[in-house]
């Protein structure tokens, strides 16, 4: 049989989520829970900052897909912040593209000394 805890995250980490590195005290204990699965409610989420989204975010939904127990499911999640998950997932998901970097124009130096001789060049 399946046990499942729900957990009010306002209990835990308080009503304003603004610090990333408060997602690693909901992690210790999520980790530290005997059921098969845990249920995190926001229900009482006044405020959250897009980095403490952005943790729980990489934390809760990326890297516990399918491979952690226990399963953690995100419930009640206000709208306000609901958008926030949304901004976040698509930056999350979206590959990166970089742009190749013109190293033509890079002056590269032996010596503190030649750096300064071409400072003195530059017209400011």
């Known amino acids: 049989m399946n046990k499942v805890r729900i957990v009010d995250i306002t209990t835990l980490l308080g009503q304003d989520l603004r610090l990333r590195n408060t997602v690693v005290d909901g992690l ?9 699965k845990v249920v995190i409610d926001f229900k009482n989420v006044k405020f959250a900052t ?6 729980y975010y990489n934390t809760f939904v990326l890297k516990r897909i399918g491979h952690c127990k226990p399963e953690v499911e995100t419930i009640n999640v206000p709208s306000d912040i609901q958008y926030i998950f949304n901004v976040v997932s698509k930056t999350q998901t979206r590959k ?24 003195k060049t530059l017209s400011f």
């Open 96 to 119: 990166r593209v970089y742009e190749e970097v013109d190293r033509s124009h890079v002056h590269r130096f032996n010596t503190l000394e030649e750096m300064r001789a071409w400072f």
């Open 28 to 36: 210790l204990y999520v980790n530290n829970c005997d059921e098969d």
């Open 50 to 55: 897009r980095s403490f989204i952005d943790e």
